[in-house]
């Protein structure tokens, strides 16, 4: 097992890494202060992985949340589910919630432990590899409006973040593909080895080799962890996370929540954010192509829905959180190995690459 960790000073918490470390009684004991415990996962994850939480929570009070499965879900009405559990079992502030699931399930329970009774503690057991490399990290908690994507939430850390690799072996192939393309992100946005590892070792990942698995878990929660370290609630240098969304956001919320999966909306966004940069004169044809070939390799697509035009593009655009003063901002490439902080973009350039780029 690895642990890395999240330094936040007194909201610093570690990350464990390794296969089959759910079945260690003494890891989420830890971390589990209260004998109050409620686990929220899905009708998916549930009959897979609750079992397995629950042997370790014998002795406390434990109540469960089984939610329906999709990124629709990740709603206030889903939220509001939860607390009323919450309140009908009597659960008390210093109780723990556990979010068991993806990306979906780490959002909303954590958006929820933000705001039941102001806010109580809670553990992250990430069991997609988007959630193991990205989401379950760094305390963006949110659920989604019908206008715009996490765009009710919250900043909130957990109390630690357990990811169990083993549980990659059930992840259907697209959703690891989806994943896949928050790991390149990170090559792309601040570790151009990294990228270059990728590129070698793109098949071994695909075939779930496990120690090419682990190494890219770690590798991408590491980046992810310094980021976050250096500005938790994205002042500044925190926002080169956010490559390829403000484009992939748009997808999400234009084609309906779980059309697209989050890691395939941002794998068409990179790919527009790559071609804005190579107009702007930094990346060059071939560093795009190099780009958008990987993600390609990644079985993930890499061009914009054609029900999307520019111009429903731009409106959905105009409520990205990156905006300032009503101006839209994005993260670009100034090389592959290194994003621009958020910047205004001409808007010349970016019509033309939402009209041109992967149009035909
Ligand atoms: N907070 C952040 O920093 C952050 C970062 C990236 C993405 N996100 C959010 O994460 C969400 C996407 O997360 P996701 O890709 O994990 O999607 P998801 O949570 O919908 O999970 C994907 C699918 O895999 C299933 N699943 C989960 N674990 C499984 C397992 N071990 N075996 C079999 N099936 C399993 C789920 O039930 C679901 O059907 C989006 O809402 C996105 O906005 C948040
Ligand atoms: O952690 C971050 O910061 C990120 O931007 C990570 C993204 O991969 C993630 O999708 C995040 O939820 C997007 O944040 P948002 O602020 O654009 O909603
Ligand atoms: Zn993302």
Known sequence: MKTLTVNLGERSYPIYIGSRILESDELLARHLTSSQVMVITNETVAPLYLERVKQRLTGKETAEVILPDGESY?????????????LAGKISRDAS?????????????GFTAACYQRGVPFIQIPTTLLAQVDSSVGGKTAVNHPRGKNMIGAFYQPQCVLADTSTLDTLADRELSAGLAEVIKYGLIRDLEFFEWLEANLERLLARDAEALAYAI??????????????????????????????????????????YLHGEAVAIGICQAADLSRRLGWLDADSVE???????????????????????????????KKNVAGKLRMILLERIGR???????????????LNEYGRR
């Open 218 to 259: 770690e590798r991408s929660c590491l980046n992810k962890a310094e980021v976050v370290a250096e500005d938790e609630r994205e002042s500044g240098l925190r926002a080169i996370l956010n490559l390829g969304h403000t484009f992939g956001h748009a997808i999400e919320t234009g084609m309906g929540y779980g059309t």
């Open 97 to 109: 919630l556990i979010a068991l699931g993806g990306g979906v399930i780490g959002d909303l329970v």
């Open 74 to 86: 990740k709603s206030i009405e889903s939220a509001m589910i939860i607390f009323d559990r919450l």
């Open 339 to 353: 994003a621009t902080l958020p910047m205004a973009v001409d808007p010349e350039l970016l019509r033309a690459t």
């Open 290 to 320: 190099r780009i958008v070939s990987l993600l390609a390799r990644a079985r993930l697509p890499v061009t914009p829905p054609t029900d999307l035009d520019a111009d429903r593009y731009l409106d959905l655009m105009a409520v990205d």
